[in-house]
């Protein structure tokens, strides 16, 4: 029985990933969006990604917006790049600034980070143009100062490793301090060092 199911199961999966698909025009490299055979757009696309959570991203000559899997734009044609949505993020920016994109079509963050990566336990880590790192949480709210001189090492919610005034320490998601800044350098395995000797700190 639960041998038939996990076939059905997957044949049902395998038959919903073949009713989407993508096809080049005969004649130029736009391209038009298919669904259980039935054409769902008209030949407009310069890029069309794969389908990731019941979403993808386009491209209409230089700039990208997103759809759902009934061919529904969503967005306005305004990121110079997309990614594929992942546990329900997508990462997007324009020329200089980057940000994350939620399913509900909202942005995150303010529009100042040059670099951005997407949420782990809760948290976005973003680059300021001064070189220097902090954390937001995916409710948009800022968690750790952009202050620190590398991206903080998550551990987990509640150990993160920070560099700050080249000596690192540790905080949490609120940024209060566990350990001060005063260690040449923290391992991800919990080990501090300073002044030659290694000290367990998690």
Known sequence: MRKGFVLFLFIGLWGYSQSWNVKKHPNNRKRAIFKNGQQISSYRFSEVSELSEGLFYV????????????????TPYRFAFASNFKNGFALVG????????????????????????????????????????????????????????????????????IKLNNEYGLVNSNNETLYNPSYQYISPKGYGYKSGTYLRLF
């Open 59 to 74: 491209a209409e000559g230089d700039l990208y917006g997103y759809l759902n899997s009934d061919g529904r734009l969503l």
């Open 94 to 161: 324009d020329s200089v600034y980057q940000n994350i994109l939620t399913r509900q079509m909202k942005l995150i963050l303010p529009n100042i980070y040059v670099r951005v990566r997407m949420p782990k336990f809760g948290l976005i880590l973003v680059q300021s143009q001064r070189g220097l790192w902090g954390a937001y949480d995916i409710e948009g709210k800022l968690k750790l100062p952009v202050i620190y001189s590398l991206p903080p090492y998550l551990v987990n919610q509640n150990i993160i490793i």
